[in-house]
């Protein structure tokens, strides 16, 4: 069945270090890709995603990679802010059965904090 | 807009009882999604409803549980003789169309605690 591995953390980060959290995935076909982002209090929201090979989803600086070769999606930002800390969740929507309707299945999570 | 609603937002309930958890999806919404998510653990697939109809319900963990949305909007989970490990948030999420592009929106969901 389809699975996705996240690596694992907590990441802890200075303001404006560079950020990668690692995604891979397994599937049939061709999946859809998403991170999912939780801050604080607030519920799963989606903040970037990807529907084909080779695209880039792009969102608040944040940017990822659907590389089909290596069946990764990793998360990537230049410069990270205090107000990035947040959990992280890599996802991917493939197909059941034959239909594809949107069922999401999500990596472990990745707990970012950013300090000052 | 209204986002997705959830109520309640906490359940404590004891070991055996029977709890209903409510969603209201974003109106319109055809798609709606009900996720359980354990403590440090990413959310994982219940059931799937398109109108009203549950068009997959493999992710329920057993016959305890039951979803309906009689009417194609809102939503009920209902778990029979809880135990000790259904314990966890409960979420719901929709999407004006199904398909596996299109993004879920979720609601704050339910903290349900078995005691």
């Known amino acids: 069945g389809d699975s996705v591995t996240q690596m694992e953390g907590p990441v802890t980060l200075s303001e404006e270090a560079c950020l990668t959290i690692?995604?891979?995935?397994?599937?049939?076909?061709?999946?859809?890709l998403f991170w999912y982002v939780q801050y604080p209090g607030e519920g799963l929201q989606l903040l970037l995603k990807?529907?084909?090979?080779?695209d880039k989803g792009s969102n608040k600086g944040f940017e990822a990679t659907y590389r089909k070769e290596t069946t990764s999606f990793h998360l990537e930002k230049g410069s990270v802010q205090v107000s990035d800390s947040a959990v992280y969740f890599c996802?991917?929507?493939?197909?059941?059965?034959?239909?594809?309707?949107?069922?999401?299945?999500f990596g472990q999570g990745t707990i970012l904090t950013v300090h000052p | 807009g209204a986002g997705v609603s959830q109520t309640p937002s906490n359940k404590v309930t004891e070991k055996g009882k029977y709890v209903e958890l409510r969603c209201d999806p974003i109106?319109?919404?055809?798609?709606l999604y009900w996720y359980r998510q354990s403590l440090g653990q990413g959310p994982e697939f219940l059931i799937y409803?398109?109108?009203?109809?549950?068009?997959?319900d493999s992710g329920l963990p057993n016959d305890r549980f039951f979803a309906v949305r009689p009417e194609g909007s809102v939503s009920t989970l209902k778990i029979q003789r809880t135990e000790r490990g259904d314990s966890a948030v409960y979420l719901c999420?929709?999407?004006?169309?199904?398909?596996?592009?299109?993004?879920?929106?979720f609601g704050p969901g339910t903290r349900l605690t078995v005691t």
């Open positions: 990807a529907t084909k090979a080779d």
């Open positions: 690692n995604c891979t995935y397994t599937a049939t076909g061709y999946p859809s």
């Open positions: 996802a991917l929507s493939g197909r059941a059965g034959g239909t594809s309707y949107g069922k999401l299945t």
């Open positions: 999420a929709s999407s004006p169309f199904p398909g596996q592009g299109y993004e879920q929106y």
């Open positions: 409803f398109q109108g009203t109809g549950a068009a997959d």
């Open positions: 109106s319109g919404h055809t798609a």
